[in-house]
């Protein structure tokens, strides 16, 4: 299963559906141990923050693997700007400073995609879009997107800067999903709009949703956790009728939506990593899909 992300004004990127997320990185061992199961699954997308560790450290640890330029042409990277200690900033100067940051601390000359990472209330869009064209230009990002944001506020960046949208997004937390189920009845109030449209807009085509934290339940993950006990036996025979590990049908619960969506994992486990990328190959029917939805505690109307 493939993703096209377009780019500013060159070929689509061929994304897996399964990204590798690099929040957890924390030693060179494990960054190549990840690396080399994620080539070996078929995935070759990475995702980082300029954040993630403090200060470029889960991008740096990435670019200590000192990938050859053959095979850093074979990967996506990925990256996110505007989060600093105590606010948000998305100005033109912090985005290029910290894409310069990011650069030397993968080890590579461009980006394939930069998000950013948050909502900014203080820079206005057409000041995002000033620095996205300056990257662009300079052949230093490829293709650019956001994360958090609602469906006005990506329409208010606008094309060609809004690939992705990268939110939250799983069984127990389906509010993208969920608002279209629950429209014009009294359970719209167990999903507030506060992703504002983002499926909706994702159909569209030119947006791709990207999945974060899919296994993300109150306090920890929901896999194993008893106070999710009708939603794990639910996992575990849907994964034995499909051959599978339930972190595979959790996968496969995000994909399942005919929209363009990918998952990004968060584990630094090589063989759970494998587990859930296996989901890529699954397609749940309806009555699986909506009750997995169901035994997450979602209602429907």
Request: proline residues 6%; glycine residues 8%; negative net charge.
């Given at each position: 299963?493939t993703?096209?992300?377009?780019?500013?004004?060159?070929?689509p990127?061929?994304?897996?559906?399964v990204?590798?997320?690099?929040m957890?990185?924390?030693?060179?061992?494990?960054?190549?141990?990840?690396?080399?199961a994620?080539?070996?699954?078929?995935?070759n997308?990475?995702d980082?923050?300029?954040?993630?560790g403090?200060?470029h450290?889960?991008?740096?640890?990435?670019?200590?693997l000192?990938?050859?330029?053959?095979?850093?042409s074979?990967?996506?990277l990925q990256?996110?700007?505007g989060?600093?200690?105590?606010?948000?900033?998305?100005?033109?100067?912090?985005?290029?400073?910290?894409?310069?940051?990011s650069?030397?601390?993968?080890?590579t000359?461009?980006?394939?995609?930069?998000l950013?990472?948050?909502?900014?209330?203080?820079?206005?869009?057409?000041?995002?879009?000033?620095a996205f064209a300056?990257?662009?230009?300079?052949g230093?990002?490829?293709?650019?997107?956001?994360s958090n944001h609602?469906?006005?506020q990506?329409?208010a960046?606008g094309?060609?800067?809004t690939?992705?949208?990268?939110?939250q997004?799983?069984?127990?937390?389906?509010?993208?999903?969920?608002?279209?189920?629950t429209?014009?009845?009294?359970?719209?109030?167990l999903?507030?709009?506060?992703d504002?449209?983002v499926?909706?807009?994702?159909?569209?085509?030119?947006?791709?949703?990207?999945?974060y934290?899919p296994?993300?339940g109150?306090?920890g993950?929901?896999l194993?956790?008893?106070?999710?006990?009708?939603?794990?036996?639910?996992?575990?025979r849907?994964?034995?009728r499909?051959?599978?590990?339930?972190?595979?049908?959790?996968?496969?619960?995000?994909?399942?939506?005919?929209?363009?969506?990918?998952?990004?994992?968060?584990?630094?486990?090589?063989?759970?990593?494998?587990?859930?990328?296996?989901?890529?190959?699954?397609?749940?029917?309806?009555?699986?899909?909506?009750?997995?939805?169901?035994?997450?505690?979602n209602?429907?109307?």
């Amino acid at each position: 299963m493939t993703i096209a992300i377009n780019t500013v004004d060159g070929p689509p990127i061929t994304a897996p559906a399964v990204v590798v997320g690099c929040m957890r990185l924390s030693d060179v061992a494990g960054t190549r141990a990840l690396y080399t199961a994620a080539r070996e699954a078929g995935l070759n997308m990475f995702d980082h923050a300029d954040i993630y560790g403090g200060n470029h450290r889960c991008e740096s640890l990435f670019g200590d693997l000192a990938l050859s330029a053959a095979e850093r042409s074979e990967i996506i990277l990925q990256t996110k700007v505007g989060i600093r200690p105590g606010f948000y900033d998305s100005s033109a100067a912090h985005i290029e400073r910290s894409v310069e940051a990011s650069l030397r601390a993968l080890g590579t000359d461009y980006l394939d995609i930069l998000l950013i990472h948050r909502p900014d209330v203080l820079t206005a869009p057409e000041e995002i879009r000033a620095a996205f064209a300056r990257l662009h230009a300079a052949g230093k990002v490829r293709a650019f997107g956001v994360s958090n944001h609602n469906a006005r506020q990506v329409q208010a960046l606008g094309e060609p800067y809004t690939s992705v949208n990268q939110l939250q997004l799983g069984p127990t937390h389906p509010n993208v999903y969920a608002h279209g189920l629950t429209v014009n009845m009294g359970a719209e109030q167990l999903s507030p709009d506060r992703d504002g449209g983002v499926l909706e807009q994702a159909r569209g085509g030119e947006v791709v949703l990207q999945a974060y934290s899919p296994f993300q339940g109150s306090g920890g993950p929901f896999l194993l956790d008893e106070r999710y006990a009708a939603l794990n036996e639910c996992l575990t025979r849907l994964a034995a009728r499909h051959g599978v590990a339930p972190e595979a049908i959790v996968t496969a619960w995000v994909l399942r939506p005919p929209v363009a969506v990918q998952v990004v994992s968060g584990t630094t486990n090589p063989h759970r990593l494998a587990l859930l990328a296996a989901g890529q190959q699954v397609v749940l029917d309806r009555a699986e899909w909506y009750e997995v939805y169901r035994l997450a505690g979602n209602q429907l109307p």
